[in-house]
Nanobody, 127 residues
Framework: KVQVEESGGGSVQAGGSLRLSCVAS????????MGWFRQVPGKEREGVAC????????YYAESVKGRFTLSREPWSKVMFLQMDTLNPEDTAMYFC????????????????????WGSGTQVTVFS
């Protein structure tokens, strides 16, 4: 069974930093796009940062450009999201997802039934 697990969330003061980790396991395939998504109550889930199956091109939501950095070794199923200069608007449940064989922009913009999701890690930023 393929599983996805996030970690690294927590509570941080505005202006601080967090680093999220995502690990996919239970598969020997290495052609996965990976992405970070976030959701707050009452709002639709949004793509935050994604990387395509073939790397290294990345997509970032406009609201996090220059503050968040996604990293992944080529063909790896381990991904990090370095979040700097956090503000209260970044407060959300952050989810990791994987999908085989798609580009970075597709990963963050399409909701496909083949995507495999983690259960989420909470990020709270206080003033």
């Amino acid at each position: 069974k393929v599983q996805v697990e996030e970690s690294g969330g927590g509570s941080v003061q505005a202006g601080g930093s967090l680093r999220l980790s995502c690990v996919a396991s239970g598969t020997t395939q290495d052609d996965y796009a990976m992405g970070w998504f976030r959701q707050v109550p009452g709002k639709e889930r949004e793509g935050v940062a994604c990387i395509g199956w073939s790397g290294p091109d990345t997509y970032y939501a406009e609201s996090v450009k220059g503050r968040f950095t996604l990293s992944r070794e080529p063909w790896s199923k381990v991904m990090f999201l370095q979040m700097d200069t956090l503000n209260p608007e970044d407060t959300a449940m952050y989810f990791c997802a994987i999908r085989r064989g798609v580009r970075h922009t597709t990963m963050c913009s399409e909701n496909d039934r083949s995507m495999i999701w983690g259960s989420g890690t909470q990020v709270t930023v206080f003033s």
